[in-house]
């Protein structure tokens, strides 16, 4: 039996695979069935009734199993006793579909109808207006009038906040449980339902605070009318004003393509402003969705703090000076102190800006002393031979294959991935998580390892040796039988984190989970699409920064330099003793971070940022950048997916794009004629990085179309999600496509022996930092600094939950609160909510005596 | 020949006897027929609430491109109009408005009207875009001028009853 069925809809024969159902057949061939509870990405419902079609299957005879036939030869066709939503019937062959006949009109308008009984109508102060599929297809479907009696609405609330960050409005509902559905199927958050009954259905939240998931903005863009609104838009314009500006996220390294809204603003002083974050369609990175940190962490862009003007010291004094003043000084020190210069980057800058920066020292001043300023996680090297290979798509991931996450709280670090993997495991993709801990992807694993603290290397090196030989019978070692499993995948995919982990130890981890990959079972899981390493980088292109060659050992492309160069640790240690006289600092905050306490013995100390951070506040030269929003460049995602991102807001006072400020001291230390487009510095890198060769900005602005088609005029389809006209990016090819690569040495890591209670800083989504804490929308969202233990552990201590402790870790004392959590090992406390804190440590940890707060009767 | 001149000068002497028709303007201001379309108002209720719901309809009717509008939320605190919504901010070029009267019929709940004033002239353009707080009639007798505080949920409508229009 073949699997591709034909029907014909309203006489249009179209072939489509079986199981597909009538709704998105008829959508194939432009054929738009109005639907609202329908959506192309939950389970088919049929819930509002809105799509129904006449549907006739060929009659057969019931004996002969023939086709029965009318006189004049054509088959004859059952059309039921009524109408049957396109939505919930699946299509089978010779199915024939009537769309537009006078029954179907008049269902929908009776639909309609209906669902205008109770609705206010306000559609000229609702959010929605202007992209709501209620107004929309009542325009197109419904009657001009309605036989119900005005004064019979039911008036429901108008103003329920769900949380501070979504709003209800539970007149406009019309029941079509979009959002119940997505919170519960997608994102396995059902922290909202139904309550009540008939006309009286409202949605309540179920949580404690409201609505707490990483992912409730897109509800806003699947419901159908505008009773889901964010805090932050509400009311904030009309969607027929709003510019659209297509970019990339910039908080972690899945690089979701997102969309700027922008408006112009009186309140800002006439200027254009960021109006609100969408989704932009693509299968093959985010789908349509985005998770809530890159929504609404935008405001800093716009944040009245920006640094607008260089400074210069002078007298003391950070001072206004003209770009020309401060770059001149700029360029004369760093000659200067040729020989003692290091730079120090942030893994949040564009493609160009970075290549720019270590251009700037390896050309310009003959230095390899270039590192990323907060390094974490190792690896990219290994990545660069056995990364995830180009043409994958996580999405395919299914039953027969697998993925292994290792050393990382994907739904905290990486939340679109947590979600590609879990719906991996839903359609029948082996898991295997290992960790120190439960996380939130245990739920959903195959197989769970929970190492003990320090055994995370060799219970890795393990898993591969085990992974070497087939069992032939089911192992009761569950290090074995996920070993096992692994091993029979057809494709495999390997996360890889740095939780609990020095950078160091990934590196090792890196390494070990490569030759897993290399493991051949008939094939390697190396090489091929959906196979492959994906480092869960800790920001949105530190995959970026490794291509470029920021990085002391390693010029663009991986080159290996003759001379490496200073670590990270070794520049934080010269600018303590002497050694190094002058320091670049580009988009990171090294001493805000606590990785340099301050400006030591340096003679010379330029920061180039957003914002008067700790650093920028020692510096002798502070040079204002754009953010992401107000130029264009290029970000390169943990998957190796080089994206491209526009320019939406005209920029902030006198700042200059970062690659503009490089380019121009680099002609001042006599690397020529800056280029004068980020475009042009793009080419320059795909000619030297050879990964990114045949790239340029028009290739990353390659579209084509995509399934399920959304964003287009029927936004009843897929919501508002924008569809993508501005590019899916590239992904470029690791080492393993064309070549074989060698297994990896790894040696033996020394076991440390670990006495009493170990901690472990685990990453919040919403952990405080420079550009998080912009968006006041987030602030009752912010992880507070929080250590989670054992029941036996918090009791030795003399902790219970809710109390409110001082903890000390490497001589830096946070108050935390208290939560004792059975899921957490003996042994081990989770620290939260603090900045990064590399691998295992030892901590003090005192309750604190906090005066109870006595009710007071009012 | 004489005829014809007497003639003419008949005529002459008949309209000097006439009472002038030059109106004496700015002293003396002729009235506006009933659909003139003057400058724009933003009306109130008689409790002083704005009728403008910051809806914005009115800009994007305009084929003039003359009308800004930037909405805000109210709170029973804080009302400048009934329902949830409000115009923070509302303005109105007066070089670029074509006085077609467009704003009038998209406006949802007849805020915006084109009324008699017909005396616009500015020294320069920006003075020529007329906010909010100019285009907004006086509080009427008996009202309250915004924003006002209310009980909670008197004003939950965003829309209000109102009379039919005229
Ligand atoms: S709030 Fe929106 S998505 Fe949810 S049930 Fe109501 S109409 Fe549907
Ligand atoms: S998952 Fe990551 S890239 Fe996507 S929106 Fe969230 S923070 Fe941004
Ligand atoms: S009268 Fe016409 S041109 Fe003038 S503001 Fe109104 S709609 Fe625009
Ligand atoms: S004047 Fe009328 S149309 Fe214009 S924003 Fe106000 S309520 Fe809307
Ligand atoms: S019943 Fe089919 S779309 Fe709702």
Redesign the interface.
């Known amino acids: 039996m073949s699997d591709l069925v034909t029907v014909t809809i309203d006489g249009v024969e179209v072939t489509v695979p079986q199981g597909t159902l009538v709704v998105d057949a008829a959508k194939m061939i432009d054929n738009d069935i109005p639907v609202f509870c329908y959506h192309p990405k939950l389970k088919p419902v049929g819930m509002c009734r809105m799509c129904l079609v006449e549907i006739g299957v060929p009659m057969r005879d019931r004996a002969t199993g023939e086709v029965l036939r009318n006189e004049d030869g054509s088959v004859r066709l059952n059309f039921g006793r009524g109408l049957q939503t396109a939505c919930t019937v699946v299509v089978s062959d010779g199915m024939v579909v009537r769309t537009a006949t006078q029954p179907v009109k008049d269902a929908r308008e009776a639909v309609i109808e209906f669902l205008l009984t109770s609705h206010p109508l306000d559609c000229p102060i609702c959010d929605k207006g202007g992209e709501c599929p209620l107004q929309n297809l009542t325009m197109r479907y419904g009657r001009g009038e309605s036989r119900f009696d005005f004064s019979n609405k039911i008036l429901l609330d108008k103003h329920v906040p769900l949380g501070e960050l979504i709003y209800l409005d539970r007149q406009r509902c019309i029941q079509c449980a979009r959002c119940i559905r997505f919170q519960d199927e997608v994102v396995d958050d059902p922290v909202i339902d139904f309550h009540n009954r008939g006309r009286r259905l409202e949605i309540v939240t179920l949580s404690e605070p409201g609505f707490d998931s990483y992912w409730s903005g897109n509800t806003t863009d699947i419901c159908p009318v505008g009773a889901l609104t964010t805090a932050d838009f509400r009311f904030g314009a009309r969607p027929w004003e709003l510019t659209s500006v297509a970019s990339v996220c910039t908080h972690c390294p899945v690089g979701c393509n997102t969309t700027l809204d922008t408006r112009r603003e009186a309140i800002a002083g006439g200027r254009s402003v960021i109006k609100r974050v969408m989704p932009r369609q693509n299968e093959w990175v985010n789908e349509i969705w985005i998770c809530d940190k890159g929504r609404f962490v935008h405001h800093y862009a716009d944040a009245p703090t920006r640094l607008k003007q260089p400074l210069v010291r002078k007298n003391g004094q950070l001072v206004e000076a003209s770009w020309d003043e401060a770059l001149d000084l700029v360029a004369g020190k760093l000659q200067q102190h040729k020989t003692a210069v290091a730079g120090l980057a942030g893994d949040r800058l564009s493609n160009e800006d970075l290549y720019l920066f270590q251009k700037l020292f390896r050309e310009g001043l003959g230095s390899n002393n270039i590192d990323l300023a907060n390094r974490r996680l190792a690896g990219g090297d290994v990545v660069a031979q056995v990364g995830l290979a180009s043409g994958s798509n996580l999405k395919e991931l299914g039953a027969g294959d697998a993925v292994l996450v290792v050393a990382t709280d994907l739904h905290e670090e990486a939340p679109v991935w947590w979600l590609r993997v879990k719906q991996a495991a839903e359609r029948g993709a082996v898991v295997v998580v290992a960790n120190l801990r439960p996380t939130r992807l245990d739920k959903f694993a195959t197989h769970r390892l929970h190492y003990a603290p320090g055994e995370a290397l060799s219970t890795i090196r393990q898993l591969v040796n085990l992974a070497k030989v087939e069992m032939e019978t089911a192992d009761s070692d569950p290090l074995a039988a996920a070993a096992d499993a692994l091993i029979k995948a057809k494709n495999m995919v390997v996360f890889y984190g740095s939780e609990g982990l020095t950078y160091e130890e990934t590196d090792a981890l890196a390494r070990l989970l490569a030759n897993l990959l290399l493991v051949k079972n008939g094939e390697g899981h190396v090489g091929r699409p959906n196979n492959g390493l994906i480092p869960v980088w800790p920001h949105s292109n530190t995959q970026g920064a490794w291509d470029m060659g920021v990085h002391p050992a390693f010029a663009p492309g991986y080159k290996p330099v003759s001379e490496p160069g200073l670590r990270a640790t070794d520049i934080y240690a010269g600018v303590a003793d002497g050694s190094l006289k002058a320091l670049f600092v580009i988009g990171a905050d090294p001493v805000g971070d606590g990785l340099m306490a301050d400006r030591g013995q340096l003679d010379f100390l330029v920061v180039q940022e957003l914002f008067m951070t700790k650093t920028a506040e020692l510096a002798d030269v502070v040079l204002p950048a754009q953010s992401w929003a107000e130029r264009e460049g290029t970000f390169t995602t943990g998957e190796r997916r080089v994206q491209r991102y526009y320019m939406a807001i005209p920029p902030i006072g006198d700042s200059r794009p970062d690659w503009q400020i490089l380019a121009q001291i680099n002609e001042r230390v006599g690397l020529g004629k800056p280029a004068f487009a980020a475009s042009l510095v793009f080419n320059e890198i795909a000619k030297v990085v050879p990964q990114y060769k045949g790239m340029d900005y028009r290739s990353l602005a390659r579209v084509e179309k995509q399934w399920p088609d959304v964003g287009g005029e029927d936004l009843y389809y897929g919501g508002t999600a924008h569809e993508n006209r501005s590019g899916l990016g590239q992904q470029w090819a690791c080492v393993a496509e064309s070549a074989t690569v060698e297994r990896f040495d790894v040696a033996e890591q020394p076991v440390i022996a670990r006495d009493g209670l170990q901690l472990v800083r685990v990453a919040a989504l919403y952990t405080s930092g420079t550009l998080i804490e912009q968006s006041p929308v987030l602030h009752h969202r912010m992880a507070r600094p929080t250590i989670q233990l054992a029941h036996a552990d918090a009791t030795a201590l003399g902790l219970a939950d809710d109390d409110r402790a001082e903890v000390t870790v490497n001589s830096v004392t946070y108050e935390t609160a208290v939560r004792v959590n059975e899921q957490v090992p003996a042994g081990l406390v989770l620290l939260s909510g603090v900045p990064y804190i590399a691998g295992l440590t030892t901590a003090q940890i005192r309750k604190l005596e906090t005066a109870v707060a006595q009710p007071t009767g009012d | 020949m004489i005829t014809e001149i007497l003639k003419g000068m008949f005529t002459t002497f008949k309209h000097l006897l006439q009472p002038p028709v030059t109106i004496q303007y700015p002293e003396v201001k002729r009235p506006v027929r009933y659909r003139f379309k003057g400058r724009h108002e933003l009306k109130r209720y008689d409790n002083g609430l704005e009728k403008c719901?910051?809806?914005?309809?009115c800009?994007?009717a305009c084929p003039a491109d003359a009308i800004?509008v930037?909405?805000?939320?109210n709170t029973d605190d804080e009302r400048y109009s009934p329902?949830?919504?409000y115009a923070?901010?509302y303005?109105i070029n007066m070089l670029r408005c074509i006085f077609c009267g467009f704003c009038e019929d998209a406006c949802?709940?007849e805020a915006i009207v084109l009324e008699d004033n017909y005396e616009l002239s500015f020294y320069d353009r920006a003075s020529a875009i007329y906010t909010k707080e100019m285009l907004l009639v006086p509080v009427p007798p008996g009202g309250q001028p915004t924003p006002q505080k209310v009980e909670p949920g008197k004003y939950?409508r965003?829309?209000p009853e109102m009379e039919d229009p005229k």
């Open positions: 719901i910051g809806c914005a309809l800009a994007a800004f930037e909405a805000a939320e329902g949830e919504r923070r901010v303005e949802p709940t939950d965003a829309i």
